[in-house]
């Protein structure tokens, strides 16, 4: 009687055992989920307000006046802020120059204009600046090269997307294919990226360099877009980051930000760059649109 009633009692207990485990399990279970839940939610919300700022300046060494010079009859700034305005990802497009002409030709065709000081370096100077002097505060800046005026929307959807999404990242950006024949010209910045698709460099010159001294066709180099985006509170102090040996070398500013070790997120992107550096890339570009039969 005393076996019958211990071995009821043991089975009692491991029913009990059973349930308690099984409820801790289930507990853990919605904790988890509730938890996913939370963690989605905050994703979604994380750097969820964006600005996309096109720095433009009159005074440009190689093209002067370069933001206004005429596209199939408009000003090459207008091109890039109607490709701009079509992004899904931008809550705002501002064009952010130091140039009373830019300025009245941006508020023609209805642009919002910040005006920033001549004394800007480079074009994440003069964003850093522009979010300064906006009333409303924004999680990622977006900074569009407004020589681009072909830029594709997705792009610039991409690289938000692609900041959203890595939290360790403060600057992203956007690499395309190297053509061969502008494997040496020192205006098509290259990029080498890890295996996690963060940036490790960038040059004017061609890398990776192989001991032939000559471009490998069968090599897949990278053209870095202009197109960048940075998280607004890196944005902020970037201006007080001191130039750094590289970055004045090859005179591109991504590299400071690699310098002082900050993590840049890169994605690849089928993409013809049609950037405007010399008056001569405006027929080019005028050519290239009439057969795609942009207006």
């Given at each position: 009687?005393?076996?019958?009633?211990?071995?009821?009692?043991?089975?009692?207990?491991?029913?009990?055992?059973?349930?308690?485990?099984?409820?801790?399990?289930?507990?853990?279970?919605?904790?988890?989920?509730?938890?996913?839940?939370?963690?989605?939610?905050?994703?979604?919300?994380?750097?969820?307000?964006?600005?996309?700022?096109?720095?433009?300046?009159?005074?440009?060494?190689?093209?002067?006046?370069?933001?206004?010079?005429?596209?199939?009859?408009?000003?090459?700034?207008?091109?890039?802020?109607?490709?701009?305005?079509?992004?899904?990802?931008?809550?705002?497009?501002?064009?952010?120059?130091?140039?009373?002409?830019?300025?009245?030709?941006?508020?023609?065709?209805?642009?919002?204009?910040?005006?920033?000081?001549?004394?800007?370096?480079?074009g994440t100077e003069r964003c850093s600046e522009a979010i300064e002097k906006l009333?409303?505060?924004?999680?990622?800046?977006v900074n569009i090269q407004g020589d681009e005026p072909l830029i594709e929307p997705?792009?610039?959807?991409?690289?938000?997307?692609?900041?959203?999404?890595?939290?360790?990242?403060?600057?992203?950006?956007?690499?395309?294919?190297?053509?061969?024949?502008?494997?040496?010209?020192?205006?098509?910045?290259?990029?080498?990226?890890?295996?996690?698709?963060?940036?490790?460099?960038?040059?004017?010159?061609?890398?990776?360099?192989?001991?032939?001294?000559?471009?490998?066709?069968?090599?897949?180099?990278?053209?870095?877009?202009?197109?960048?985006?940075?998280?607004?509170?890196?944005?902020?102090?970037?201006?007080?980051?001191?130039?750094?040996?590289?970055?004045?070398?090859?005179?591109?500013?991504?590299?400071?930000?690699?310098?002082?070790?900050?993590?840049?997120?890169?994605?690849?992107?089928?993409?013809?760059?049609?950037?405007?550096?010399?008056?001569?890339?405006?027929?080019?570009?005028?050519?290239?649109?009439?057969?795609?039969?942009l207006s």
């Amino acid at each position: 009687m005393s076996t019958c009633s211990s071995s009821s009692s043991s089975g009692s207990w491991n029913s009990t055992k059973a349930w308690i485990v099984h409820g801790i399990v289930a507990g853990v279970a919605v904790a988890v989920a509730i938890g996913a839940r939370v963690y989605l939610g905050q994703t979604k919300k994380f750097r969820s307000r964006v600005v996309g700022i096109i720095p433009a300046r009159f005074a440009s060494s190689r093209f002067q006046g370069k933001p206004l010079v005429q596209i199939l009859g408009k000003p090459m700034i207008q091109r890039t802020w109607e490709r701009a305005k079509l992004a899904s990802t931008l809550d705002r497009v501002v064009v952010a120059t130091d140039d009373e002409r830019i300025r009245e030709c941006c508020h023609s065709f209805g642009a919002d204009v910040v005006m920033t000081s001549e004394s800007c370096r480079n074009g994440t100077e003069r964003c850093s600046e522009a979010i300064e002097k906006l009333k409303k505060n924004y999680d990622i800046v977006v900074n569009i090269q407004g020589d681009e005026p072909l830029i594709e929307p997705e792009i610039i959807d991409g690289i938000v997307k692609a900041l959203q999404e890595a939290p360790d990242a403060v600057f992203s950006t956007a690499v395309t294919s190297l053509q061969l024949e502008d494997a040496w010209d020192p205006n098509r910045v290259k990029c080498v990226v890890d295996n996690s698709g963060y940036a490790i460099y960038f040059s004017r010159g061609l890398i990776p360099f192989n001991k032939s001294g000559k471009a490998n066709p069968q090599f897949p180099y990278l053209l870095h877009l202009g197109i960048q985006s940075y998280d607004t509170k890196f944005l902020k102090i970037y201006p007080e980051l001191q130039p750094t040996p590289l970055q004045l070398e090859e005179d591109l500013e991504q590299l400071k930000v690699l310098e002082n070790g900050y993590k840049m997120k890169v994605i690849k992107v089928d993409h013809e760059a049609h950037g405007v550096d010399a008056p001569e890339d405006v027929e080019k570009i005028e050519s290239l649109m009439r057969e795609r039969n942009l207006s």
